[in-house]
């Protein structure tokens, strides 16, 4: 099992910036890739941005190049920081992991609210 635990959701104004976290604990020797997807009001949920194991990271069209994913070293955090923030990027935001044998697990959500 793995446990993902999101933070750092807020209400900002419109371009302004944010840092998401995501603590992974449990098995984490299992994740391969770790991704942020969110969910508006009314919405169905979508895909942000992912990382592999490897590195390698990929980006929703509407996020690219304000939007930046990364892990820390020992693979335990997993960061969005997000920059010149819109009113169409509020929406609750969910850490996903997904392990070598194609498990996926998701954290709870935190609130991102781009308002003035």
């Known amino acids: 099992q793995v446990q993902l635990v999101e933070s750092g959701g807020d209400l900002v104004q419109p371009g302004g910036s944010l840092r998401l976290s995501c603590a992974a604990s449990?098995?984490?020797?299992?994740?391969?890739?770790m991704g942020w997807y969110r969910q508006a009001p009314g919405n169905e949920r979508e895909f942000v941005a992912s990382?592999?194991?490897?590195?390698?990271?990929r980006y929703a069209d509407s996020v690219k190049g304000r939007f930046t994913i990364s892990r820390d070293n020992a693979k335990t955090t997993l960061y969005l920081q997000m920059n010149t923030l819109k009113p169409e990027d509020t929406a609750v935001y969910y850490c996903?992991?997904?392990?070598?044998?194609?498990?996926?697990?998701w954290g709870q959500g935190t609130q991102v609210t781009v308002s003035s």
């Open positions: 996903k992991a997904t392990t070598w044998s194609l498990l996926v697990f």
């Open positions: 449990g098995d984490i020797s299992r994740i391969n890739i």
């Open positions: 990382i592999s194991s490897l590195g390698i990271t």
